[in-house]
DNA sequence: GCCAACGTTGGC
DNA sequence: GCCAACGTTGGC
């Protein structure tokens, strides 16, 4: 079992939302990176929640991942805001996993909580100008979070 | 709204 | 393959 770290924008898709309908499609990443991360998931992984862009950006929650990867059927859509027209149906350019809401964080680990904690010094999420929305975390990393969470 | 730090694009 | 221009992300 792996840990990831996946970044949204609350007024895209929050956490809140998950909750409520308790598994969701994880689609629309369109880097190349996140993606190979994308595919990397494996059922049963641990998925820690964080929202971006908002008024209190942190990690909220635990998810976990509920189907791993299969393609991202929204690259198809011409409807879609990630419609990829570059992408091909027998060749599929990105990927999405399925996540399900596991647990409310009793209180939300800010930005300013992970700079704060040693064992998060290389975090991913916390170099500068990363703007991957899935990244790996390491064991000892998930644990700090939700070390944190309890604080 | 600003701006730093990227990734992508496309001319050459 | 290089690299400048451009677009995007996301904290502040």
């Not at 880097?31 to 994308?38: C, G, I, V």
């Not at 996993?97 to 916390?126: C, K, N, W, Y």
Request: proline letters at 9%; charged letters at 30%; one cysteine or more.
């Amino acid at each position: 079992m792996r840990h990831w770290l996946m970044k949204s924008e609350p007024d895209e898709f929050s956490f809140q939302e998950l909750r409520r309908r308790g598994r969701e499609p994880w689609t629309g990443v369109r880097n190349y990176q996140a993606r190979n991360f994308l595919r990397a998931c494996q059922v049963g992984d641990i998925v820690l929640f964080y929202h971006s862009n908002c008024e209190e950006p942190g990690v909220v929650g635990l998810a976990s991942v509920s189907k791993p990867a299969y393609p991202d059927p929204t690259q198809f859509d011409p409807r879609s805001d990630y419609h990829d027209p570059k992408s091909r149906r027998e060749d599929p350019r990105w990927s999405c996993v399925e996540v399900r809401h596991l647990r409310d964080f009793p209180r939300v680990v800010t930005l300013a909580d992970l700079r704060s904690h040693p064992a998060l010094r290389g975090m991913l999420i916390l170099r500068p100008g990363n703007r991957l929305s899935v990244t790996p975390v390491t064991p000892a990393e998930a644990k700090a979070v939700e070390a944190l969470a309890r604080r």
